[in-house]
């Protein structure tokens, strides 16, 4: 016998809560696969830096990826978190943010886990920058530091809707506030800005620019990427990502119109991307036949102006058409490409090039949107219709360079010291020896790799075994 079911009587008051609750549990699912998708971006940035440096030192750079995502993830849960998104002025201060504690947040976990991964990114930036010389130390504690206070209180500022710049604010700077909508600015110039001064404190790698006698060379001494595969690899990774990292700032998918929002992020950061990439490779080729009168295609210059374009499109990519999209990638790979000339010409040794990736296309991304933003897709994201700079309105331009200054002035002003306690603690170098043989060798227990061959002996019994030449 079928046993017949209770029919449960449908309400339109039930019907509304099924649905609700539905869209409410699709718009996690969607963050919590954006997040991952961003936090996969670790990955290829570890595989970026290893790529980038010496294969002595893969082991220490590898392990600092891993610490980025570590300490990250500590630093963001104890206070970071708060510290963005709790109420206050200046920053949270205080809230069921901080630690986690009693958290409730909307009633969503997934607040957290999401802004951790961004917090990340802005961390590991750093990594690839003072790959090769940094004492681990110093770096664990600048990535708990950057990520539990000095990123968050530019998040505060920016994406908090009590922050002082904010689009969110109940009364935004100018009527409109600054534009950043996944973190050119927030995110990116941060990492960079960070990156730079780390750079200039710690100084450059030994041989870059100096001999051993401290005498400068007549030409920078380039050392060679050990791994153009997995600088590759790398690079094509982060791209991925940065399909987490843009689309997925609309924070939710089901709202309407939300779908469309994502929809113009993932087309404008994909055309930003391949137009950074190709300018950035046939400006540098230019800039070689120009001065040397030899035509050369640079991978390097590719995948990172490929970087740059990503970076610069992320303030404005939900505010931009299409063609504006390709003129921001162009751009971003003609930045990265003389920004990166300008620090060796300063003698400032950036092992991977982050710092013109991150620091300088992020100043153009946050200038892009601010010229660039058209005013049907201002009016989509912000329920605003205020526009760049091209659309004759240029309050949103000031807007963008009042929050380049802030960045700016907020990291200098506490990174600075932060690095120079730990320089001159020295806590924040290794020892010269220790860098000439690498730091796998020094920190880490031996080399990455195992470059053995077999023992000679055995070798020459197995070619006179199977008549083979021992020559």
Same mark, same amino acid.
């Given at each position: ?11 339109? #008051? ?6 609700? $609750?539905?869209?409410?549990? /699709? ?34 750079? %590898? ?18 978190? +708060?510290?963005?998104? #709790?109420?206050?002025?200046? %920053?949270? *201060? ?11 947040? +909307? +009633? ?8 951790? /991964? ?10 690839? *920058? ?5 004492? %681990? ?9 950057? @990520? ?29 506030? $600054? ?55 790398? *690079? ?33 950061? *994909? ?22 009168? #030899? ?5 390097? $210059? ?11 499109? @992320? ?29 060796? $010409? ?31 897709? /201002? ?47 020295? %806590? ?44």
């Amino acid at each position: 016998m079928v046993r017949q079911l209770e029919e449960t009587p449908v309400t339109l #008051e039930g019907l509304a809560a099924q649905v609700s $609750m539905l869209a409410g549990n /699709t718009d996690v699912f969607y963050t919590l696969f954006c997040g991952a998708a961003i936090f996969l971006m670790q990955c290829g940035f570890a595989m970026l830096c290893a790529g980038s440096i010496r294969q002595k030192n893969v082991k220490n750079i %590898m392990l600092k990826n891993m610490l980025d995502a570590c300490g990250g993830a500590l630093g963001y849960w104890a206070v970071g978190f +708060g510290v963005a998104y #709790e109420g206050g002025a200046f %920053m949270g *201060t205080s809230g069921d943010r901080f630690f986690l504690n009693n958290y409730s947040g +909307g +009633g969503s976990y997934i607040d957290f886990f999401f802004q951790f /991964t961004f917090a990340a990114t802005a961390a590991t930036i750093v990594a690839g *920058t003072v790959a090769e010389r940094c004492k %681990m130390v110093a770096y664990l504690c600048y990535s708990i530091f950057l @990520t539990g206070f000095v990123y968050p209180v530019v998040v505060h500022a920016i994406w908090n809707s009590a922050g002082f710049l904010s689009a969110f604010n109940s009364s935004p700077l100018g009527g409109v506030g $600054m534009i950043d909508f996944a973190g050119s600015g927030v995110v990116h110039m941060t990492g960079g800005a960070t990156a730079l001064i780390a750079a200039i404190i710690l100084g450059p790698r030994i041989g870059r620019f100096y001999d051993e006698d401290g005498n400068p060379l007549d030409k920078p001494h380039d050392f060679p990427a050990h791994s153009v595969a997995l600088q590759v690899l790398g *690079t094509f990774i982060l791209w991925f990502g940065w399909y987490g990292f843009n689309p997925g700032s609309t924070l939710s998918i089901s709202p309407d119109g939300y779908g469309d929002i994502a929809g113009l992020c993932a087309v404008t950061t *994909t055309l930003s991307a391949a137009a950074g990439a190709v300018s950035s490779m046939f400006t540098d080729t230019l800039v070689g036949f120009l001065s040397e009168g #030899e035509v050369e295609y640079d991978l390097t $210059m590719c995948m990172n102006g490929c970087l740059g374009g990503l970076v610069g499109i @992320t303030a404005g990519c939900s505010v931009v058409e299409p063609w504006a999209a390709i003129i921001i990638g162009v751009i971003s790979g003609i930045v990265y490409v003389f920004s990166s000339k300008l620090l060796v $010409m300063l003698k400032i040794d950036d092992a991977v090039d982050a710092i013109p990736v991150h620091f300088f296309n992020g100043i153009w991304g946050c200038l892009a949107t601010g010229l660039l933003a058209s005013p049907r897709h /201002t009016a989509m994201s912000y329920g605003a219709t205020n526009c760049g700079l091209f659309y004759s309105n240029g309050q949103l331009i000031l807007n963008e360079v009042f929050g380049i200054l802030f960045i700016a002035g907020w990291v200098g002003a506490v990174m600075t010291p932060f690095f120079y306690v730990l320089n001159m603690l020295g %806590m924040f170098r290794v020892d010269p020896l220790e860098e000439k043989v690498g730091l796998d060798i020094s920190h880490h227990k031996g080399a990455a790799y195992d470059l053995s061959s077999p023992d000679a002996g055995d070798v020459e019994v197995f070619q006179s075994k199977h008549g083979k030449d021992s020559a």
